[in-house]
């Protein structure tokens, strides 16, 4: 079960942290993903995290204002985002998948973050 936190309301420029808590002993197993899908429109790639946490890749539209990374003792994997803009306004999910197979099985409820202009 995976459990984001952490969405609300800011102004352009500001900044968020989101959280998503797992439960399960085999966290340290699940390359760990974050995707966002904006009203009306359809579910984007933000980034994604390593087992280990050593490796990450983020989307385009993030590279530099975003970064992910896990607590393996917490089994919590986190997404800080700087400079929000507009259009990073969307319901933001965690999703995790075994290495090695493309689809993600697991899937929170999704936390809405809000970025005013």
């Known amino acids: 079960q995976l459990v984001e936190s952490g969405g609300g309301l800011v102004q352009a420029g500001g900044s968020l942290r989101l959280s998503c808590a797992a439960s399960g002993r085999t966290f340290s197993s699940y390359i760990m993903a974050w995707f966002r899908q904006a009203s009306g429109k359809e579910r984007e790639f933000v980034g994604e995290i390593s087992p280990s946490g050593d490796s990450t890749s983020h989307s385009n539209s993030v590279l530099g204002r975003f970064t992910i990374s896990r607590d393996n003792a917490k089994n919590t994997v986190t997404l800080q985002m700087n400079n929000l803009k507009p259009e990073d306004t969307a319901v933001y999910y965690c999703?995790?998948?075994?290495?090695?197979?493309?689809?993600?099985?697991?899937w929170g409820q999704g936390t809405q973050v809000t970025v005013s202009s």
């Open positions: 999703a995790a998948r075994y290495p090695g197979r493309p689809d993600y099985p697991y």
